[in-house]
């Protein structure tokens, strides 16, 4: 049994998380040296696969033929939206605020997009290789040909998804040929489960919460050894998908003339829901840009899964139920009360630190970053708008952010229905005049 009384004397912090009061927690262990069992190569092996899927998305997803079928979102200045944050704040952001526009990306308008994309085309891969219909120097628009269909149709994909990561998957999957399976918590968006279900997949509901929802999920692909799970609370290729970004990034820096190092540090906020699109970013970012680029996850104070995990030092062993935390939360992306088996262990060393912070702070800069730059994301993404005043204050404690450099990274939205989107902002709207 877990005695929750030691577990506060230990960690006073987790008071605070059980308060369901906004934080700021420092990683005790960040920049210390750590041993991981995946390094830059793995990350070069991840962008050499995309760019040999290229030519297969140019053909089945003409939306990519602009970025010649690489899956990439743009690095946008958000200068009015930084005005905006600075007239309500006592000491103004201090460097430049960008946004990483993940709402943007191709296929499906998330952050998912990177890492459950990847996976699947690992694995198709490795099936029409050992089949002897396909060679790595091959131009791989032959996928999509109806033989290739032929052979993926005896295969099944299943996955566990509070909503985005079951929509990219499920995209791509259903058009390789695979038969793909969505188990879905109670939390992922009616949409969400409207448009897999018109792409042909097979959706299994759940009333009930993401880490349940995905071991039904997990039990079930078991049994067929024909179906291949994607596992969100655990997999390296997830991880090393997202982790493709830093390179993307990099160059979309350089392009804009922005550095990083000791006099330029650069600071990232990302969402975090298991912890695993933000982990494979923050990992990434770390392998290309080393020590002056800092890394900070952002969670709902309802469901603080992955700062609960890291501060206890119990990462995927702990759930914020077992601790009396509720995990009602508007956030849909972030709805995760367990994190992965791999976020905290990899993230241990690498991770300045996360902040949490209430709904009402992210429904209000959804609002906010729509007002000011005509930008529409859903509720997640915003998260890192949520906690920015309160990182800059305790950031400003231990760096110089004269010239510093902000990236709020954006983990999805371009395919939220207008309907849906209305609401968001009327909301938002109403709390951003408090
Ligand atoms: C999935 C998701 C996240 C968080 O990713 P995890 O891998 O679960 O930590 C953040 N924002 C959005 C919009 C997402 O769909």
Redesign the pocket.
């Known amino acids: 049994m877990l005695d929750i009384n030691k577990l506060v004397t230990d960690f006073p912090e987790v008071g605070q998380l059980i308060a369901e009061k906004p934080l700021f927690w420092h990683n005790p262990n960040y920049q210390e040296s750590a041993e991981l069992p995946i390094d830059l190569a793995d990350i070069f092996d991840a962008e050499a696969r995309f760019q040999r899927f290229a030519k297969y998305f140019e053909v089945a997803f003409p939306e990519t033929l602009p970025t010649k079928g690489i899956l990439e979102s743009p690095l946008i200045p958000i200068p009015e939206m930084q005005t905006s944050i600075n007239e309500k704040l006592s000491s103004p952001l201090a460097g430049k605020l960008f946004l990483k526009a993940d709402n943007l990306l191709p296929i499906s308008g998330?952050?998912?997009s990177r890492?459950g994309i990847y996976e699947v085309l690992k694995f198709a891969e490795k099936i029409a290789v050992k089949a002897g219909m396909l060679v790595y120097e091959d131009n791989y628009a032959i996928l999509a040909s109806p033989e290739f269909k032929k052979l993926f149709s005896k295969y099944g994909i299943a996955v566990g998804s509070?909503?985005?990561?079951g929509l990219s998957i499920g995209i791509v999957a259903q058009k390789l040929g695979f038969q793909t399976t969505v188990h879905m918590s109670a939390d992922a968006a009616q949409w969400k489960k409207d448009l897999l279900r018109e792409k042909g997949a097979i959706v299994v509901e759940y009333n009930d919460n993401f880490s349940n929802a995905i071991t039904a999920g997990r039990e079930q692909a078991a049994k067929d050894p024909n179906v291949y799970f994607i596992d969100?609370e655990g997999s390296v290729d997830l991880f090393l998908g997202y982790s493709v970004a830093a390179l993307r990034l990099q160059a979309q820096l350089k392009a804009a003339s922005i550095q990083v190092n000791e006099d330029h540090p650069l600071f990232v906020y990302l969402?975090?829901?298991?912890?695993?699109?933000?982990?494979g970013v923050a990992f990434g970012l770390k392998q290309v840009f080393g020590e002056h680029v800092h890394p900070i996850f952002a969670e709902p104070t309802h469901i603080p899964s992955?700062t609960l995990g890291m501060m206890t030092g119990m990462n995927n062993q702990i759930s914020v139920y077992d601790v009396g935390i509720d995990g009602i939360t508007k956030a849909d992306?972030?709805a995760?009360g367990r994190p992965?088996r791999i976020?905290g262990k990899f993230m241990r060393t690498l991770l300045l630190g996360t902040a949490t912070f209430q709904d009402d702070r992210m429904m209000a800069e959804l609002a906010r970053l729509y007002e000011t730059e005509k930008i529409k994301v859903?509720p997640?993404?915003t998260?890192g708008f949520a906690i920015l005043p309160r990182c800059q204050t305790e950031l400003a404690k231990q760096y110089s952010l004269t010239d510093s450099t902000h990236i709020v990274w954006a983990?999805?939205?371009a395919m939220v229905p207008a309907d849906d989107f209305s609401r968001y902002l009327s909301e938002g709207q109403s709390l951003l005049e408090k």
């Open positions: 998330s952050i998912k890492g509070t909503g985005n990561l969100d969402p975090a829901g298991v912890g695993g699109s933000p982990g992955v992306g972030l995760v992965s976020a859903e997640s993404a998260s983990t999805g939205g």
